[in-house]
T-cell receptor, first 114, second 117 residues
Framework: DTAVSQTPKYLVTQMGNDKSIKCEQNLGHDTMYWYKQDSKKFLKIMFSYNNKELIINETVPNRFSPKSPDKAHLNLHINSLELGDSAVYFC?????????????FGPGTRLTVL | AQKVTQAQTEISVVEKEDVTLDCVYETRDTTYYLFWYKQPPSGELVFLIRRNSFDEQNEISGRYSWNFQKSTSSFNFTITASQVVDSAVYFCALSEADSYNFNKFYFGSGTKLNVKP
């Protein structure tokens, strides 16, 4: 059983389109995250939800909107895609929201905007 | 300013050599946590270790060992007798706890390790 799963694994789309990435964790964790990894492999946190409540919201364009229907799911919707959005997006989860918790990562979604 | 610095962008070694990956961090918090993750060519991120700021004991797990030194703000990772399967990008991360205590990771830029047969 995959602990943190993401769909799709690859996403190729045209500039201006709207797309969504889904994430699910079956670990029973309270907290979930979205990270962006750019072409230089740099990982940066975008959002974090704890029990469906948004707790971390980094300086991310408004075109990015996370949604957590329940604590096992955290989806990422992106409107009006731009070339600079091309990256690998990782979902992660941790048991609790406190700083000492290790995070478990999904396999990543490679988004390519043409 | 970057909170976690991994100055070595890429390292190449021959199998069975020992290799040390450097990680230097910056924080004003007295309570914080440091992590290492491995990202193999397949792309997933694999958790390796967590260390809290009050525990400076070095840790060994098989061929892996970690050296945490608060005096130099470093948390270095050594692989002994490297193997081809160790080839990956390794990330160091910091999570601060004093004023915030939300699990917000600051990742270093990663060190790509190439182990040649």
């Amino acid at each position: 059983d995959t602990a943190v799963s993401q769909t799709p694994k690859y996403l190729v789309t045209q500039m201006g389109n709207d797309k969504s990435i889904k994430c699910e964790q079956n670990l029973g964790h309270d907290t979930m995250y979205w990270y962006k990894q750019d072409s230089k492999k740099f990982l940066k946190i975008m959002f974090s939800y704890n029990n469906k409540e948004l707790i971390i919201n980094e300086t991310v364009p408004n075109r990015f909107s996370p949604k957590s229907p329940d604590k096992a799911h955290l989806n990422l919707h992106i409107n009006s895609l731009e070339l600079g959005d091309s990256a690998v997006y990782f979902c992660a989860s941790s048991q609790k929201r406190e700083s000492y918790n290790e995070q478990f990562f999904g396999p990543g979604t490679r988004l390519t905007v043409l | 300013a970057q909170k976690v610095t991994q100055a070595q962008t890429e390292i190449s070694v021959v199998e069975k050599e020992d290799v040390t990956l450097d990680c230097v961090y910056e924080t004003r918090d007295t309570t914080y946590y440091l992590f290492w993750y491995k990202q193999p060519p397949s792309g997933e991120l694999v958790f390796l270790i967590r260390r809290n700021s009050f525990d400076e004991q070095n840790e060994i797990s098989g061929r892996y060992s970690w050296n945490f030194q608060k005096s130099t703000s470093s948390f270095n990772f050594t692989i002994t007798a490297s193997q081809v399967v160790d080839s990956a990008v390794y990330f160091c991360a910091l999570s601060e706890a004093d004023s915030y205590n939300f699990n917000k990771f600051y990742f270093g830029s990663g060190t790509k390790l190439n182990v040649k047969p």
